[in-house]
């Protein structure tokens, strides 16, 4: 199945612009879109490392078969660099594809790395920069907020969106410090983005103690500290961006708890890792209010 999916991408590439060339399921949708002015739903999953080509072409027929997408809402896979393409041929139409990752320079002598024009040029729309467990890193040194923010700045020149990830440890969560540390990692995206820039990116606000935990934050807790961040950038960006700026939360949202959370005035969307992965992510999805 790999090699007759490695076959047509190859013979598509060559012709014309990958995305451009597939023939994915139509859209759905359903109910009205976000009213002029206000912000439209962003839903993001996040497959992380996960996934064999035959649970994806599995979990892409549920999505593909779920019903419509809320009007007021935007939806987006992020899946490993390697299924990108049987994404892109095979997902529907009204679900954008997102890359866990790109690099910080431009093409070149950079060997594992992939570019975030290489993604673009592919067909892929978003990307998710500065994820707590890429902060971490993996048996490396992880990512800092500096790194993740030119990241941030490289990736929307090349026409890319972002899903600007950030979030407390539980020690720090704690200890009261939540907004220090959510204030410190978007202080340098603060510093080297324009307002312009900001119309591309998202916040995804994603304590760190409730990622893969089955733990979360009670809608009042997660609604506390969106309003927090928003303030932040009220005071640091300008009231025009903060209004306008979609911030996600991220901390094991799921079918069960999501409706509460997004019925929140500064949720706006979510960032979700293992609901993503079966067909309760449309859950999720439909869990976004009528406007």
Partial sequence: VLSFHLIIYLSLIATMAFAD???????????SAAPEGTRTYLIGGNW?????????????????????????????????????????MSLRKDIEIAAQDCALDS???????????????????WVILGHSERREGFGMAGEDSELVAKKTKKALSEGLKVMLCIGEKKEEREAGTTMDVCASQLKPAAEILSKEDWANV????????????????????AQDTHASIRQWMVDNVGADVAAAVRIQYGGSMKGANAAGL?????IDGGLIGGASLTAGF?????????P
């Fill in 202 to 221: 998202s916040i995804a606000y994603e304590p760190v103690w409730a990622i893969g935990t089955g733990l979360t934050a009670t809608p009042e807790m």
């Fill in 48 to 88: 992380k490392a996960n996934g064999t080509v035959a649970s994806c072409e599995k979990i892409i027929g549920d999505f593909n078969a779920a019903g419509p997408i809320p009007a007021n809402a935007e939806v987006v896979i992020g899946c490993p660099f390697i299924h990108i393409p049987l994404c892109l």
């Fill in 262 to 266: 997004l019925a929140k005035p500064d």
């Fill in 107 to 125: 093409c070149g002598a950079h060997t594992g790395e992939i570019c975030a024009s290489q993604l673009k040029d592919l067909g892929v729309t």
């Fill in 282 to 290: 449309f859950d999720c999805v439909n869990g976004v209010p009528s």
């Fill in 21 to 31: 060339s597939c023939s994915r399921p139509e859209a759905s949708s359903k109910g």
